[in-house]
């Protein structure tokens, strides 16, 4: 929009007035304007960094490929996404730079029913990158963020989000790792929140890659213990915490009202008020494991929004990281919303024996705008991994 500004003259000639001027005291006129109505809010907002993701389109190793192909990657954003494919309304909130990769994320997310309407961006800073490599038979991951637009979250966001009229605050272990305004951002979401903020998820997403084992031991158990709900892989707890089993996770978070022990192909473990749960992993032919554990925290919270028993949110969990794990896209194309419950919804008999069926067969789809929205999408090969 381009601002015209037009100058004021003055006139070269007095104007006298044709009649004295007459003050007069009117009584004064109370007027009520019509109250408008607050903005409805997603009942579950999501917080961290989504960054551009680059990944040789042949299945090359980085220094062979002559083609990239982009995605996008964001453990919460990840989680957000689940949650829209599932009926919830969430919201993801972070900043992002002034550059095209930040029009790509955003544009995804929308896509994907992902409400973004207090993202900020940064006109100083760049959106993060990261780049995936697969050679002799190694998965790497090489980051561009230090310095990226969401380093620089901070307390100072929280202001404007609304956080006391949430069911759900959702956020993960890696923006702690971004910078010490980020680890300040979840010391205030977590540990000094007021006894009125909402429920607070907290998934642990250890990254090696992002700082040593001995500096993230000590701070995320710290902010695990002050979440009401965490989600742990039993590998990452073994790797932090030097803890053996599920039990001997539990013993080290014995206040948090629920905890979910995922534990690869074995299954998964809950903990609360009710005592112990487990519910075992479905069989799957893995295609590729990035992003598997952020749509099984989405498909358990989810099921946890809508007040759905222990079992079935372990289920959903498990569904939705089976139909992950079976896709080169971490957000894979899902059956309808319908499909996904009723599998979540199997006795114990026949989730033994369960086969997940095929996402894209009419059997298992249907007009939902989620689903519509992943199928539009597929074709760009436009996916989220976690980051």
């Known amino acids: 929009m381009i601002e015209e500004t037009i100058p004021v003259t003055e006139p070269t000639t007095p104007i006298e007035p044709t009649a004295p001027v007459i003050e007069t005291t009117s009584p004064m006129i109370e007027t009520t304007s019509p109250m408008i109505e607050p903005v409805e809010i997603a009942e579950t907002l999501c917080i961290g960094e989504t960054m551009l993701l680059f990944v040789p389109a042949s299945g090359e190793s980085l220094a062979a490929a002559s083609e990239l192909a982009a995605h996008i990657g964001g453990a919460e954003s990840n989680m957000a996404a689940g949650l829209a494919q599932l009926g919830a309304r969430a919201e993801w909130f972070s900043r992002l730079g002034a550059d095209p990769h930040a029009e790509r994320i955003l544009r995804t997310l929308r896509e994907r029913g992902v409400e973004t309407p207090q993202v900020v961006t940064d006109p100083t800073r760049p959106t993060g990158l990261y780049f995936k490599d697969h050679s002799s038979g190694v998965n790497r991951v ?219 067969s009419s059997e298992t789809t249907d007009s939902h705008p989620a689903d519509s929205n992943q199928a539009n999408s597929h074709p760009e090969k436009e996916a989220t991994h976690g980051a």
């Open 142 to 360: 090489y980051y561009y963020r230090a310095g990226s637009a969401a380093s620089a979250l901070g307390p100072s966001d929280l202001a404007g989000l609304r956080l006391s009229e949430r069911r759900l605050v959702h956020v993960s272990g890696i923006t702690a790792a971004l910078s010490a305004s980020c680890d300040a951002l979840l010391q205030s979401v977590l540990v000094e929140r007021a006894a009125s903020e909402p429920t607070v998820s907290f998934d642990v997403n250890y990254r090696p890659a992002l700082w040593s084992v001995e500096v993230a031991g000590p701070r995320l158990l710290e902010l695990a213990r002050a979440a009401d709900i965490v989600i742990v892989g039993r590998d990452e707890a073994e790797t932090l915490w030097g803890t053996s089993d599920a039990a001997s996770v539990r013993a080290l978070f014995p206040d948090v009202a629920a905890l979910v022990v995922k534990d690869a192909e074995f299954g998964a473990t809950h903990f609360g008020a009710a005592g112990a749960t487990f519910v075992p992993a479905l069989r799957v032919d893995v295609v590729e494991s990035v992003g598997a554990g952020d749509a099984f925290a989405a498909g358990y919270l989810a099921a946890w929004l809508d007040g759905d028993d222990t079992a079935t949110a372990l289920r959903l969990g498990h569904v939705m990281a089976g139909y992950t794990l079976g896709a080169v896209s971490d957000i894979a194309v899902l059956p309808s919303r319908s499909v996904l419950r009723a599998l979540a919804a199997s006795t114990d008999a026949e989730w033994t024996g369960l086969t997940l069926p095929d996402a894209m």
